[in-house]
């Protein structure tokens, strides 16, 4: 899965690597790309997430990994905390942070924003609210109600709470790029129940380019 505000281009090369190597892949246009952009909530887009797997046990696929970059880490992660049988779980470059004091600082006045409207009962309708994609502020147009599932620091999409529910018997390799200014892997990491498999790895590559070379750099 792609990050935030992008689009299946940026896990291309990686998809196709692993379908040469013989793995049946999936790389769809999902809920936080740049023409979608939190068109659904964040358990909508789990379930949204179950109609991919199900493609790929269609087609034959007898175990099943969930990969995301940036924000589709996040859902990725989050995915696992919400449904058993997955074979691994892999996280290029994690992204989006609710519940880190920095990410929520920047996003307050946005997630205030969307909780006074959900107050009032206008928690379906949509408007502009500010957002931030890496170093740029962008602007996003999505309902109250989606939005803030994304940016509750106590909700849905928080890694902290997500990471514990993981189920044991399945790894998390955690791939940061070595120019990331973004580390984010040691913030949730410990948290996982254990797994020997678990893993960290540093690969050379910046923020974008980490499903692009995920490889080991040490």
């Known amino acids: 899965m792609h990050g935030k505000g992008g689009g299946t281009k940026w896990v291309y090369n990686l998809g196709n690597d ?4 013989g793995a049946l892949v999936e790389t769809p246009e999902m809920p936080w790309s740049k023409d979608r952009i939190y068109d659904k909530g964040y358990e909508e887009s789990m379930s ?3 109609t991919y797997v199900a493609r790929l046990k269609a087609d034959g696929a007898k175990r099943i990994f969930i990969a995301g970059h940036s924000l589709g880490g996040n859902a990725a992660l989050g995915y696992a905390a919400r449904r058993k049988g997955l074979s691994g779980v892999i996280l290029l470059a ?7 004091k920095g990410f929520d600082m920047r996003m307050r ?3 205030k924003e969307a909780q006074d409207m959900i107050a009032a009962g206008n928690g379906e309708e949509r408007t502009h609210f500010g957002d931030y994609n890496g170093q740029n502020d962008i602007t996003v147009y999505a309902s109250a109600n989606n ?5 509750d620091s106590e909700g849905p999409a928080n890694a902290e709470a997500n990471a514990p529910k993981v189920n044991p018997n399945t790894p998390v390799l955690c791939i940061e790029g070595s120019s990331d200014p973004y580390k984010r892997c040691s913030t949730f ?3 996982l129940p254990k ?3 678990n893993d960290k790895v540093l690969a050379e590559a910046d923020h974008l380019g980490t499903p692009v070379h995920p490889t080991r750099s040490s």
């Open 147 to 151: 939005l803030f599932s994304w940016f």
């Open 18 to 21: 692993l379908e040469s190597a």
């Open 109 to 111: 006045t946005t997630t």
């Open 195 to 197: 797994n020997p498999r």
């Open 94 to 100: 994690y992204g989006h942070t609710p519940g880190i």
């Open 189 to 191: 990491m410990y948290l």
């Open 48 to 50: 949204e997430i179950d």
